[in-house]
């Protein structure tokens, strides 16, 4: 994702590497168990959403972020 918005920056802060690829694959069950009857969109994009480190997930979600508010304007 290179970024999932549910995983704030402050969930991952003191974590190591392998805490934070743990987390990563628990939010990513999680997001699996969704019903894709309620939740299609996000389920077909969870594979590319949850790509990269968490570096690039960050900043994935700062682009996001620029992005909606781009489009509020």
Known sequence: M???AATPV????GLDDAQRDERMRQLEQYLASL???RFPTLLSMVPVL???DYRE??????????G?????R
């Open 2 to 4: 290179p970024f999932l």
């Open 57 to 66: 997930r960050f900043e994935f979600g700062i682009d996001l972020l620029r």
């Open 35 to 37: 019903p894709p009857d």
């Open 50 to 52: 949850s790509q990269g």
């Open 10 to 13: 402050s969930a991952d802060f």
């Open 68 to 72: 909606l508010a781009a489009q509020a």
